[in-house]
Structures are given as C-alpha cells and as structure tokens.
C-alpha cells in the first residue's frame, strides 16, 4: 500500500509539471498568434502602399507622356510654322530682287532713248544747210511742239522735260536701290542659317505686356519704300512664349531692336554697319548658350559678307600695327575696301573697342564651353584681320584657354593659331614678352601636361615655338631660352616628343602626324642651334643618347634633312671649349 501511495504522489506531480508544461505551451503558442498576426498585417499594409504608390506613378507616368505627347505636337506645328515663314520671306526677298532688277533695266532703257532724242536733236540743229520749214516738216510732230521755239544753236540743246525729270528720278533713286539691293542680298545670306532666326525667336507683340511693351518700338510702322513689307511675316515667325514671366526682357528688347533695325536695312534707311553696336550688345548681354552661340554666328557671317562693314571697322592708316611680312594669313584673303564704302555715322573707334571687349568677355567667361570657344575663335580670328584695336586683351584670355583641361584639341589649337596671328604685330609681341606668362612654353616643360595633350597641340606648340625664333629672330630666340624654370632647358621636351614621333610613326592611323611632328621638331633643333650651343641643353649622357639616336634617324629616313642632321652631329661630337 505504501509503494501504491508513493506511486501515486508522484504521478500526480509528473501530472501537476505536465499541466503546467501544457500551460506555458498555451501561452507560447498565444505569443506566437499574435506575432503571426502582426506579421500578416503588415504584409498586407505594405502591399496595399506597394500598389497605391505603382498606381500613382503609373498615372503620373501616363500623364507626362500625354504632356511629351502634346508637346513634340506643338513643337512640329511650330516648325512647320517657321519654315513656311522662312519660304515666303525667300519668295518675297526674290521677287524683290526680280523687280528692282527689272527698274533697273528700265532706267536703262530710258536712258539710251535720252541719249538717242539727244542724238537727233544734234544732228537736226548742225544741218544748218537745209530750210528750216523742211527740218520742221521732217521732224515728227508732238502736241508739246506747238508753242515751241525753233530749234536751238548747237551749242546749247534741249532737253525734253520729261527726260530731265527722268534723269533726276534716276541718279536721286539709284544710291537708295543699290544700298536697299545690298541690304537685302546681305539679309538673305544671313537667313541662310538658322542663327538669325534664333536671334529674332523672341519678336512677338504678345510677348510683351506692361510698360515695357511702350518703350520698345512697332515692328509694323509703315514706311515709304516697298521693302518695309518683307519684314512682316517676322511678327509671326514663332509663337509667342508660354509666360511673360518666363522670358528676360534683355534678349526679347534686343530681339525687338533686331527686327526694327533689319527693316531700316530693307528699307535702305540704314547700313549694315549698325548690325555691329545690336550683335555686340547680344554678346554683353546675360542670354542662353544657344543665343549667344547664334549671335557669333551672325557676327561672323556678317564680317564674311558685308564690305562695307569690314571698311568701317578697319583701323585708320595711322593706328594700324604693322605686322612682320613672312607671316600670312591663313584662309581666303579679304576683298579690298574703298573709302566710299567705309562711310558711316557712327564713331567707329568705340564700335572697335566695345565689340573687342565683348569678344574677349565671351571668350574669358566660356573658357570650359567648347562649343561656345569654337565660335568665339572663329569671329575673333575674322576680327583681326580687319581690326587689331584692343587685341591685347586677348593675349592672357588665348593661353588660358590652351591651358584649360577642358577644352578640346581642336580649341587648343585654333587659340594657339590665334596667338600666332596676334603675336605677328610687334607691338602686341612686346606686350606679350612683357607678361612674362607664356603658357606654350610651361606646357612644353612640364612632362605630365605635354604627355596629356593630344598630337595635334603638342605639333601647335613646337609651330608656335618655331614662329617666335624665326619671326622675331635673335629677340625671339632670347625670349624662348630665357625662360628656363628649374634649370629645364627647352631641348629637352623637345627630344622627348622626336622619341615618342619616332616609336609612333609606323602606326598607320597616325604616320603623317608623327611625322609632321619630328620634322617640326628637328627644324626647331636647328633653329636653336643658330642662337645656342645645342650641346649644352643636353647634358645627362641619357639625353644626348636620346638626340644621337633622333639625328642618326633623321639622317636614314628624311633624306631632305640628311645634311642639317649631320651638321648637327657633327656639332655634338665637337668637344666644347673651356
């Protein structure tokens, strides 16, 4: 009985630890519920945000679709709009021309029926032997002849009243014609190219709203000449601007005078020479990248095409710089001027110096805008040919743009070419020597820029080098050796580009240009031979190796250089004098 009760005393513990044990189970398992719950909720919370936020981007997706959609429409009606524009000002600016040509032969015309008339009257006035009832009787009668006199002595003819009034017409009408005729061949070139039309983007009377509107004068103010009307559909070449507020009212008062100042063109009320102060305050003016790139693209082709302009900006005989003959221009030579046509009203000296500033503003202030660079040098280089007033503001702006990292190797050596057509006149050479900044020569010693830049600048720089010895002869040679950093001698650069030439120059993507580069580079060895000993700016026995090697390879594959390498080497073998 006793094993009976121990028994059961301990089945009902194991029993009470077992009922406990399924109780804390129970409580577990409630946890776990709940946690399972939660779980599942938040799922669900973030399924529904995950499909509410893919809905709504959907929406705003298809929204900016249909908005790009509506858009690319406008903009096609825009263009069509503007080429339809741009093909009926063309046919109005040719039957202008057809019939200005056709006035022209019709004074003509009339011209030879005087000279004929007078002619006549000539012969008929020295036949003196014939009866003058016979002469009246032979002549062909006109109404106007019933009260007239007999004919006049020989010496003093008459002249028909019409006729007179016929030459009158004709010598006060030609000058206004051919500057009109002028005017608008001049117009039709630059309308060529869009750059105009970006120019004049902003010419619309419902773009303008307050005060500003009252300031500004009306494009459609008639006139008296019939060329006032080409410039009409100019009002209506491009919708007006979504908001007032959108657009400055710097370019859209520019863009205004533009319109106003090609209808005086059209008109024969002006000369192309008043483009020059309106383009210039485009390039001073806070405008877009694409605006301003247009308006050095009208500058340009207004230098290109207009004669009068390049005469009225010319330096007078007096200022002008004399520049060394052995240099010449690159490019197609510029018509020569005549003092008629430089005739103007305004004071060409500062047209000359603000255009000059607003030249080198743009180029300082775009150094790492390729685009713009590339536009910028083209107009400057045009400019210089006719105008050197102020150009020596442009001697620092030129040799940052070489040394800026990001402009491209076709800028490099466009600036580089620039500064050699500068440096041709003595005066901005002296100038220059002053600066004592010459960035080409930094480039050439430091080994990390030269070896960055492309072939084609460091083939620039050795050309630039060389054209300030041989321009400016021993003053040159001094300013190029004198500027030695560091003990670094100008050869050694040098010597390095001929090796670099040298392993290069089979490449057949790249032969003619490595080639170019060790020929410029051995006539610069040469040209320093004459103001230097050569044998002193190598003198590590690596480096006169390296020059050894270079002549000795020049004297084997150039056979036209053959004799100046051995010169050189002889040079070298010779031992120097103490």
Known sequence: ??????????????????????????????????????????????????????????????????????????????????????????????????????????????????????????????????????????????????????????????????????????????????????????????????????????????????????????????RDSEFSQLMQPFSQWFPPPPSPTVVKLAPLALAQQLYTTLSQLLAGESTSVHLIPLLTDYLLADIEHSVLTSALQVLFGLLHASTRVRAALRDPPGLSTQCTSRIMLRGKPLAPTTSEAARTDLDMSTVRTKCMHALTRVLKHHVHQPAVLEHGLAVVSLWIQISRQGAETLLPVLQDIVGSPKSTSHVQVRALSLLMQLLQTESLFQIWRRQKQWLPLLLLKSPVKLGALHVTVQLALLQFVDFIIMTYGLPGATCILSHQPDEASIVQPIVRLMETAIGRIHDEADAAMQLQLLRAGFQLISALEQYVELKSQVREPKQQAALYNILHYVQRELPRDAVTAMALISVLQTPTTS
């Open 1 to 222: 009985m006793a094993r009976m009760r121990e028994a059961i005393a301990r089945l009902t513990q194991e029993k009470g630890q077992a009922e406990e044990m399924v109780g804390l189970l129970n409580i577990k398992l409630d946890a776990y519920n709940e946690e399972l719950f939660d779980a599942k909720s938040n799922v669900a919370l973030i399924e529904a945000e995950a499909n509410y936020r893919c809905q709504q981007n959907e929406l705003a997706t298809a929204q900016k679709v249909a908005s790009l959609t509506s858009q690319v429409a406008f903009l096609r009606e825009q263009i069509a709009t503007s080429e339809r524009a741009h093909t009926r000002l063309r046919k109005e600016l040719e039957s202008a021309q057809t019939s200005m040509l056709v006035e022209q032969k019709r004074l003509a015309a009339e011209k030879k029926l005087l000279e004929t008339k007078k002619r006549q009257l000539h012969e008929m006035s020295s036949s003196q032997a014939v009866p003058s009832s016979q002469v009246a009787s032979q002549r062909p009668f006109y109404p106007s002849q019933q009260l007239r006199t007999p004919p006049p002595r020989p010496q003093s003819p008459v002249v028909a009243p019409r006729s007179s009034a016929t030459v009158a017409m004709q010598t006060e009408a030609i000058p206004t014609t051919s500057l009109s005729q002028e005017n608008a061949e001049l117009v039709h070139n630059l309308l060529q190219g869009a750059a105009l039309l970006t120019l004049l983007n902003h010419v619309s009377s419902s773009g303008l709203d307050g005060p500003e509107a009252e300031t500004l004068p009306h494009p459609d103010a008639p």
